[in-house]
């Protein structure tokens, strides 16, 4: 199999960066005009339609005007509602994934379908492990900065992310975090407390384990940098690596198994599961 190269973005900010008002939110425009074509047909005004779906006129209108992403329950009901017989729904997938940057939508899309997922980390706690606090912060920091809206929804479609425990079977997930980023306050100690504390519960699954690679030790193969390994159903292995704005996605043999004799050395030079887990226990009680 070739190497599949991911899209560089187009402004900073990696996998947080706004990609949202370029080519990318077309669809976006015409699940808004759909939208409020539909709910014109229906005879409602903005504010009535607002409260019978539970959502603000302010945030309707942004959803007309293509300038938030619908979480898939608002256009299920939306498309019920305005009897749109279908035509709503039947953009739920495409609205889905324009929530994340263009060149970051193919990792997302083998990330949800994948039977297992193993994470090194060590420069933020993975995606699949944030706290919406956390995220936040995280997307607060980028630079050039991200508006409001743009930070919304990041966070909306990182939390989306972990909707991958909710499926059955759960995939088996590990990750390998270095301990300087169970240390860093991104957020305030407040917003790592909540954090870790989410880290303790993914942990304690049966599908997941979650080890540290402790500051003192003296070896650490992931120098390079962090990278996700994916199995799918089909028993394709594929990596993904991002840095600086760039990502790749890898499916030639050579490249990912280099990736995965690397994971393995450096689950072997972290902690245990159940050490990392009395560890990050311990990082909280400092806090």
């Known amino acids: 199999?070739?190497?599949?190269?991911?899209?560089?973005a187009e402004e900073p900010g990696a996998e947080e960066g706004e990609q949202d008002a370029?080519?990318?939110s077309g669809i976006l425009r015409v699940f808004g005009r759909q939208l409020k074509r539909f709910r014109i047909r229906a005879g409602l005004e903005r504010p009535d339609f607002a409260s019978t779906t539970g959502y603000s006129p302010s945030t309707i209108a942004a959803y007309e005007q293509g300038r938030r992403i619908p979480p898939p329950k608002f256009i299920?009901?939306?498309d019920e509602l305005l009897d749109a017989g279908g035509v709503l729904q039947e953009m739920k997938e495409e609205v889905a994934r324009a929530q994340y940057p263009a060149f970051f939508r193919d990792a997302a899309r083998l990330e949800a379908e994948a039977v297992e997922l193993h994470v090194y980390a060590n420069q933020a706690v993975p995606g699949l492990l944030q706290t919406e606090e956390y995220a936040q912060a995280v997307f607060g920091m980028m630079r050039p900065p991200l508006d409001e809206d743009a930070i919304a929804r990041r966070v909306v479609a990182r939390l989306a992310r972990q909707e991958v425990y909710g499926r059955s079977p759960q995939p088996m997930m590990s990750f390998v975090i270095d301990e300087s980023v169970l240390r860093r306050p991104i957020g305030g100690?407040?917003?790592?407390?909540?954090?870790?504390?989410?880290?303790?519960?993914?942990?304690?699954?049966p599908?997941?384990?979650?080890?540290?690679?402790?500051?003192?030790?003296?070896?650490n193969v992931g120098m390079a940098g962090p990278f996700i390994l994916i199995e799918t159903a089909e028993g394709r292995r594929i990596a993904y690596v991002e840095v600086q704005n760039v990502s790749h996605v890898h499916t030639e043999r050579r490249l990912v198994k280099g990736l995965e004799v690397k994971y393995g050395i450096l689950r072997a030079q972290a902690l245990t599961p159940?050490?990392?887990?009395?560890h990050i226990e311990e990082l909280l009680g400092e806090l």
């Open 22 to 24: 370029g080519a990318d």
């Open 274 to 278: 159940r050490a990392s887990l009395s």
């Open 76 to 78: 299920d009901r939306a």
């Open 1 to 8: 199999m070739s190497e599949l190269r991911g899209r560089a």
């Open 189 to 205: 100690r407040s917003v790592l407390r909540g954090q870790l504390e989410q880290i303790l519960l993914a942990g304690r699954r």
């Open 207 to 219: 599908t997941v384990e979650v080890q540290v690679m402790p500051l003192g030790s003296e070896e």
